[in-house]
């Protein structure tokens, strides 16, 4: 957390939205969201990730994700979870992994303020590149990124081995 | 680097490739084959990392990656390129930025070599996840994965916000 400030929309007195910085007391709240993200995504049993994993984690000295809270009046209402990454092309850059609002939040303008609060913080840090990932069914979401001058490229497929595919190489003797 | 041991592969006598954690002095190697998987990825301009980004960024106290290389001979044919991530629905994950072999080298089980050698240490650490892009027309890079029983999905697109893009964000005042 440290080095970047607490971030308050312009926006916060008008429609009451608050934007800060997720603290410790915030993970039950986040993990909610996660979970509600997942199950829009369609695959509700993919969160395995607990309470327990963003607490050691995501604090201290060397946190591996940090994350914005919306609320509104006091209710956790959106959430946007973000880290550093590396590019071999573009040296370091900033990932934003996952970017939510609650349906009866949607519409009003604060996706725009969280997407903003991260976009500003990839500015100041002058990285290569800021990037993410979105399903391609997921219409409103690519309409908003291409709002905001992205550029969405279907060409690159994500590949991934799960613990139960990764056993294997825990008995390859290097 | 510290808490992993250099990696040299069984295969090593046999076929003269030898697999070793990526050091400072690899870096002039390491950017030049970067840039040959950039033009192999039609993107021959897109790199804009330099030498001084990887010396920077890849040693000392806190990496923000770590690469091996593959030599024969004492020539680098080949190199994998990763660094921890972190899942809101896996929590830590390793990503596997960039896997690149020369052509001359390609067919001779060396990709296994590194693939093997990344994955040993996403199993070893048990992440929640090993992860990774390829292109969608890279045929020969999907059947390698598969043959290594990945999961290859299309359906989540790439978003990227560029340093010129991102210029806008760096004048909105929180």
Redesign the interface.
């Known amino acids: 957390m440290k080095g970047l400030?607490t971030?308050?929309?312009?926006k916060e007195k008008r429609i009451n939205y608050r934007i800060e910085r997720g603290t410790r007391d915030d993970v039950p709240a986040l993990l909610a969201l996660?979970r509600e993200?997942?199950a829009f995504e369609r695959?509700p049993e993919?969160?395995?990730?607990?309470e327990a994993?963003f607490l050691r984690?995501g604090f201290g000295e060397?946190p591996?994700?940090e994350f914005f809270m919306a609320r509104c009046d006091g209710e956790a209402v959106g959430m946007a979870?973000f880290?550093?990454?590396?590019?071999?092309?573009?040296?370091?850059t900033l990932?934003l992994?996952?970017l939510y609002i609650v349906p009866e939040h949607r519409g009003t303008g604060l996706a725009q303020m969280l997407f903003?609060?991260v976009?500003?913080i990839?500015?100041?840090k002058?990285?290569?590149?800021?990037?993410?990932?979105?399903?391609?069914?997921n219409e409103r979401a690519?309409r908003f990124?291409e709002k905001?001058?992205?550029?969405?490229?279907?060409?690159?497929?994500?590949?991934?081995?799960?613990?139960d595919?990764?056993?294997?190489?825990?008995s390859?003797?290097?």
């Open positions: 400030p971030f308050v929309s312009m996660i993200l997942a695959q993919a969160v395995t990730a607990t994993d984690d060397n591996k994700f979870f880290y550093p990454r590396y590019s071999t092309w573009k040296g370091p990932h992994e996952d903003d609060a976009a500003q990839a500015a100041q002058e990285v290569g590149r800021m990037e993410w990932t979105v399903l391609d069914w690519i990124y905001n001058g992205a550029h969405l490229d279907p060409e690159w497929m994500l590949g991934t081995l799960h613990p595919d990764l056993e294997k190489w825990k390859i003797d290097p």
